[in-house]
């Protein structure tokens, strides 16, 4: 079987991994991939948003699967494009990623099915918010609605700033076109955790559950990233309160999508607040989360080319995924001035070493190899997701963290506290592993 898997971060480094560790008889392609990839998968120098190139590849080649990793060849129609070549993709159409592409598709799509989010208006433009914010009491998050690669979020804590933030959106326009309109927003509190499930239209099977980090700085300070680190299980989310959501967020997404016309087949991702009041939707994703892929592919035990490609047709074929017991962490390491522009071209050191280690997987994300010396240097924000299991939260970090440290570079960011609070709060015991009542996550037929 040939699988094709678009795009060239941490979370592709790991489904390629997977593949060539777990599916049998696969062979791997990845566009554009990247130098560290090429060990599990074909390299294809093809770009994610030259979708028309990527379905030219995938016809010629005879590709029996596609698997798109990041969101922006979604929002483009990359699936449409491939089911209409009559090629086995497995992602949402371009309508059905609107739940990530635009916010304000999906706070409307909310609102309309009773799925419990966060309080919120739209604004078209700087009077409009002026208007708006009459009505909200602070601090409100601001949040451009179109894709800002994790960017288009702003926290304000009054008026003045929700004000200045409007201009960066409106005068600015610093999100560009993403930002013509701007979702208003209750505030919120409480842990954060991800919820992913893979989808076939009408059914969900729940992958264990995950959580990341996304402040570049210990303390969750700092500016939001993509992502610094992630592990699974969560460790804070209570086998019930992972029913309540399935049962009042994900399985009403996947029933609300299809009755509007629009199925959805893909990772479905919901990113969640567990508020005292119950969890409430803070975003979708269309697509897997990175850095959670990495520990969530770590523990995956499924086949994925045949789960996948089955899926992609219509029907899983499955009940359930299995998740090995073990926990796993990661750690992101990044560059110099990530989030901001990063300094690349920096030699790494210590790669090999940091492999060696047990349990420990590295996926590479900004790296490529140096044209003289052919070792492997910084070339982009998040450079590598140092990875490891272990029996308990506490071993997996342990691992993960002492590979992390063998690896330098000059102004190599990494946070220290994943998992702390967690561990803390002696949280760990259950496996983060869902298992859903036989009614439940089966959809109708
Ligand atoms: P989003 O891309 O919508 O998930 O937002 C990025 C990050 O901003 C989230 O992961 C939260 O940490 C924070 N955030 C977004 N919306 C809210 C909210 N309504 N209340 C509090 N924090 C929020
Ligand atoms: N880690 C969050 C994301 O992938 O959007």
């Not at 059905?96 to 916010?103: D, F, P, V, Y």
Request: charged share 25%.
């Amino acid at each position: 079987m040939k699988v094709l898997v678009i795009g060239n971060g941490g979370r592709e480094h790991a489904l390629c991994w997977h593949l060539a560790e777990h599916s049998s008889a696969v062979e791997v392609f990845c566009a554009p991939g990247s130098d560290a990839i090429a060990e599990h998968a074909q390299p294809v120098p093809i770009k994610v948003d030259d979708v028309q190139s990527l379905a030219d590849f995938a016809t010629d080649l005879h590709i029996d699967l596609t698997i798109v990793g990041p969101e922006l060849p979604l929002s483009l129609g990359i699936v449409d494009e491939f089911r209409s070549r009559e090629l086995t993709i497995f992602g949402p159409s371009r309508d059905a990623a609107q739940l990530e592409s635009s916010k304000v598709f999906a706070k409307e799509f909310m609102l309309r099915h009773d799925i419990p989010t966060a309080g919120f208006d739209v604004a078209h433009d700087i009077n409009d918010l002026e208007n708006i914010l009459e009505r909200f009491s602070f601090p409100v998050a601001l949040k451009a609605d179109g894709l800002a690669a994790g960017k288009g979020v702003i926290l304000c804590a009054d008026r003045a700033d929700a004000l200045e933030a409007g201009k960066t959106f409106f005068e600015e326009r610093r999100f560009g076109t993403s930002g013509d309109r701007v979702v208003v927003e209750e505030f919120l509190q409480g842990e954060e955790v991800s919820f992913i499930a893979l989808c076939d239209g009408k059914r969900l099977l729940p992958m264990a559950t995950s959580k990341d980090y996304k402040r570049i700085r210990d303390d969750d300070q700092g500016p939001n990233t993509g992502g610094m680190g992630a592990h699974s299980p969560s460790g804070i989310v209570e086998p019930d309160a992972a029913r309540e959501v399935f049962e009042r967020v994900l399985m009403p997404t996947v029933e609300g999508m299809k009755a509007e016309g629009c199925p959805f087949v893909g990772f479905l991702y919901a990113g969640l607040m567990m508020t005292a009041a119950g969890p409430k939707v803070l975003e979708f994703n269309t697509r897997l989360g990175d850095p959670e892929a990495q520990p969530l592919l770590m523990r995956l035990e499924n086949d994925l080319a045949s789960l996948l490609s089955a899926g992609a047709k219509g029907d899983f074929g499955v009940d359930r995924l299995t998740f090995r017991r073990e926990v796993a962490a990661c750690v992101v390491l990044a560059a110099e001035g990530y989030p901001g522009s990063a300094t690349t071209g920096v030699p790494i050191e210590g790669l090999d070493e940091a492999r060696s280690g047990d349990g420990v997987e590295i996926f590479h994300a900004g790296t490529r190899r140096n044209a003289e010396s052919s070792e492997f240097e910084v070339a982009g924000g998040r450079v590598l997701s140092v990875c490891a299991t272990g029996a308990s939260l506490r071993d997996a970090l342990r691992s993960a963290y002492q590979a992390a440290d063998r690896i330098r570079w000059p102004g190599r960011q990494m946070r220290t506290d994943i998992g702390r609070r967690v561990i803390e709060q002696d949280h760990e015991a259950h496996s983060g592993v869902i298992n859903l009542p036989r009614d439940l996550g089966q959809g109708t037929p």
